[in-house]
């Protein structure tokens, strides 16, 4: 028998398969992008300004001043201004009470002017005798002062236990000398409680203080 051809083999393919790159044609490199150009900066202006320094610079510029307001006129007293300058303690006193009692409203001054009556040594014993009773922690406290003094005298003549009497007190307010804001306001007197005229001048509150220990 005759042999069967063989098969061809086929063609070989060369080593390098990847293709050449395709040449570029002359003189078609891109050009590079313009850069912007830089901004020009704003003009300074060539008068400087200075800035304050230390203290000035903590302050802001001064307000203009406000105009001071007018002082308003000072008000009148809340009830009847009596002076008891040489007045006897106990008359007048008792009227005050009677017109307290009568819802009226009394501010008493010049309350160390006010005198006491009767010969030396027994209004200081009472005084005294008075300051001296009680003890200490429970009491009863007798006052040293002479607005305190003539305050204790004025409620002695109210029933200061009752709401009436209590409600009467309120309405008292006595002071040594007289106050500033007072100063320009009518005073009254109680004629009814002149001091009599004696050889030997009456003890006044303020002498009576001083012997009890305050200083007037």
Same mark, same amino acid.
């Given at each position: 028998? !005759?042999? &069967?051809?063989?098969?061809?083999? *086929?063609? %070989? #393919?060369? /080593?390098? +398969?990847?293709?050449? =790159?395709? $040449?570029? @044609?002359?003189?078609?490199?891109?050009?590079?992008?313009?850069?912007?150009?830089?901004?020009?900066?704003?003009?300074?202006?060539?008068? !400087?300004? &200075?800035?304050?320094?230390?203290? *000035?610079? %903590? #302050?802001? /510029?001064? +307000?203009?001043?406000? =105009?001071? $307001?007018? @002082?308003?006129?000072?008000?009148?007293?809340?009830?009847?201004?009596?002076?008891?300058?040489?007045?006897?303690?106990?008359?007048?006193?008792?009227?005050?009470?009677?017109?307290?009692?009568?819802?009226?409203?009394?501010?008493?001054?010049?309350?160390?002017?006010?005198?006491?009556?009767?010969?030396?040594?027994?209004?200081?014993?009472?005084?005294?005798?008075?300051?001296?009773?009680?003890?200490?922690?429970?009491?009863?406290?007798?006052?040293?002062?002479?607005?305190?003094?003539?305050?204790?005298?004025?409620?002695?003549?109210?029933?200061?236990?009752?709401?009436?009497?209590?409600?009467?007190?309120?309405?008292?307010?006595?002071?040594?000398?007289?106050?500033?804001?007072?100063?320009?306001?009518?005073?009254?007197?109680?004629?009814?409680?002149?001091?009599?005229?004696?050889?030997?001048?009456?003890?006044?509150?303020?002498?009576?203080?001083?012997?009890?220990?305050?200083?007037?």
């Amino acid at each position: 028998m !005759a042999d &069967a051809p063989s098969p061809s083999p *086929a063609p %070989a #393919k060369p /080593a390098d +398969a990847t293709p050449a =790159p395709k $040449p570029k @044609p002359a003189g078609a490199t891109p050009a590079p992008k313009p850069k912007p150009a830089p901004k020009a900066a704003a003009p300074k202006s060539t008068a !400087a300004v &200075a800035k304050p320094t230390g203290k *000035a610079a %903590a #302050k802001p /510029a001064s +307000a203009p001043a406000k =105009p001071t $307001p007018a @002082p308003s006129p000072p008000s009148a007293p809340k009830g009847t201004v009596v002076d008891v300058s040489g007045l006897v303690l106990g008359r007048a006193s008792s009227l005050i009470a009677k017109r307290l009692l009568r819802g009226e409203s009394i501010i008493v001054v010049n309350a160390e002017k006010s005198v006491v009556t009767g010969s030396r040594q027994s209004v200081l014993h009472f005084y005294i005798a008075n300051r001296a009773r009680g003890s200490v922690r429970s009491g009863p406290h007798y006052p040293r002062y002479p607005d305190r003094i003539f305050r204790r005298t004025v409620r002695g003549m109210l029933p200061h236990l009752k709401t009436r009497g209590k409600e009467a007190f309120d309405r008292l307010e006595v002071f040594i000398g007289c106050p500033a804001e007072l100063s320009g306001v009518a005073r009254q007197s109680l004629e009814d409680a002149q001091a009599p005229h004696a050889l030997r001048p009456a003890l006044t509150l303020a002498e009576i203080s001083r012997l009890l220990g305050a200083h007037v």
